[in-house]
């Protein structure tokens, strides 16, 4: 009899926002894996922590790179890919056993996920169950009290990793939006939402619904610098 | 002393979606308050069937009108305005009482969410705090295991309420793609995705998470309508 794959979304960072399923599957089942950068403990193993006991196995994927080499490279993909390759060889290991394995994913596991990696690779072949988490804008917009979207307008996410031709042409062409991966991509953009003329408009959060969160308007940010777990809001 | 107004996302369906924080406080405090259609239970209230104990007291706002008036008459907005200032004005009694009261919205309430106009009427005031629900839309695609947007796409959230104009135009300018508010509006939303050429991506989910879930290509839906609690993804 072969296991089960549980995808599991874990949420913006409060374990509080977890949902009730991904409780009671993360307690009912031992084996749990989650993707994590060299040196730092995973967004998702650290939600999770409370959840966790001494019964637990613990499979742990460390990405090979991060920003050593840019995305676009074939160099990456490559590595990337075995990567993927490797993590789900480890699953399938414990599924053909007949064990179940919980994957973990911050937010919500089909929205930027690296999940998605191991789903397309299992799926075909193993009974595999998704369960949705609250996504890092539904945790922001909500601890910002900021209504996002009413009426007809519509909502568009936007990765600040575009180049800023892009962008600025998706920020002309759209009424509420949230930049996620913010990062390293900070002065781009400002320099696109000062081009669209939006930069009053655009609420910064850093770290949303976690303990040293902060919430500013963007036009009093100083930092040149974001972390990895900071967004922009702009309600249209 | 003031009581606080919580607003608590309850996500789109299966109970099982809400999160430990909703379901936390929606057990420790006894007034909650949600919105319903005549005739019809709430689509909140339902899912929060399992915590209501008979120590909990009930606010019930029915809507006046949902849709024998256009949305756009002056009339259906002054009717939703008045129905507003009175629901608030509810809350705010027990607010002025010192008590905690719940405010229960189906998926997450600043998405589209009723909820935002008792937050804009209340939270100059009290103390006013909101629950991130999962949306509709991250059930659906959970449910579908489509992975929504990865590397540089964009995800944009249109309502098909939108004129065939406008939501032609925004399709046209979109990667990944969630309509939501299908509704009576499938057969617009339907020439739109002819018209664009998206209708063979096109998956069509109808009460997501939910026990009567439908999931089908739109290419295969025969029918005419879809119910209130209907929407399409498209991944770009």
Chains 1, 2 share one sequence.
Not at 158 to 177: G, M, N, R
Request: charged letters at 20%.
């Amino acid at each position: 009899m072969q296991g089960k794959l549980n995808i599991l979304g874990m949420g913006p960072g409060d374990p509080e926002l977890v949902t009730r399923k991904a409780e009671r599957l993360l307690r009912s089942h031992s084996i749990f894996a989650y993707f994590a950068k060299k040196g730092e403990k995973g967004h998702a193993r650290h939600i999770a922590q409370e959840f966790i006991t001494n019964t637990h196995q613990e499979l742990r994927f460390e990405y090979p790179i991060t920003t050593e080499i840019p995305h676009k490279h074939i160099e990456y993909k490559q590595a990337l890919q075995q990567f993927y390759d490797q993590s789900a060889h480890h699953i399938q290991h414990h599924l053909d056993q007949g064990e179940t394995v919980n994957l973990l994913c911050e937010g919500d596991p089909l929205l930027y996920g690296s999940a998605m990696y191991i789903l397309e690779r299992l799926s075909p072949t193993y009974t595999t169950e998704i369960v949705p988490g609250i996504c890092a804008m539904n945790g922001c917009w909500s601890a910002a009290k900021l209504p996002i979207v009413k009426y007809e307008q519509t909502l568009t996410v936007i990765p600040a990793t575009l180049p800023l031709e892009q962008l600025t042409d998706k920020l002309y062409h759209s009424d509420s939006v949230v930049i996620m991966k913010i990062g390293r991509h900070l002065a781009k953009v400002k320099s696109a939402l000062q081009t669209t003329d939006l930069l009053n408009k655009a609420v910064y959060i850093e770290r949303g619904t976690q303990l040293n969160q902060r919430i500013l308007p963007m036009t009093e940010l100083t930092q040149e610098h974001a972390p990895y777990f900071s967004l922009i809001l702009i309600t249209g």
